[in-house]
């Protein structure tokens, strides 16, 4: 019984010791460089009321119909929900 206790100790620490040393064979491989989306924040959109440009990132956004419209103010936004 003991000898299974002392088993499946050393099966564990081998385990742990393993998972230490692993990566060190076996770099993990540096993942693909994704595009920024701070560039895609800093386009400019149309505010389709007072015909504003505003950088994306500081628009306000409303969706209708799968579509989405951006707004430089929650005035605006609320008037195009209204009126459309
Ligand atoms: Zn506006």
Do not use: H
Request: hydrophobic content about 40%; glycine content about 4%; aromatic content about 12%.
């Amino acid at each position: 019984m003991v000898r299974l206790v002392i088993l499946a100790l050393t099966g564990y620490l081998g385990y742990k010791a393993l998972q230490k040393v692993l990566p060190w064979f076996w770099r993990p491989q540096i993942p693909p460089q994704r595009p920024q989306p701070e560039v895609r924040a800093d386009e400019l959109v149309q505010d389709p009321v007072c015909k504003v440009f505003i950088p994306r990132r500081n628009a306000l956004v409303a969706r209708k119909q799968d579509q989405d419209f951006f707004f430089c103010s929650e005035g605006c936004r609320k008037k195009f929900l209204k009126n459309a």
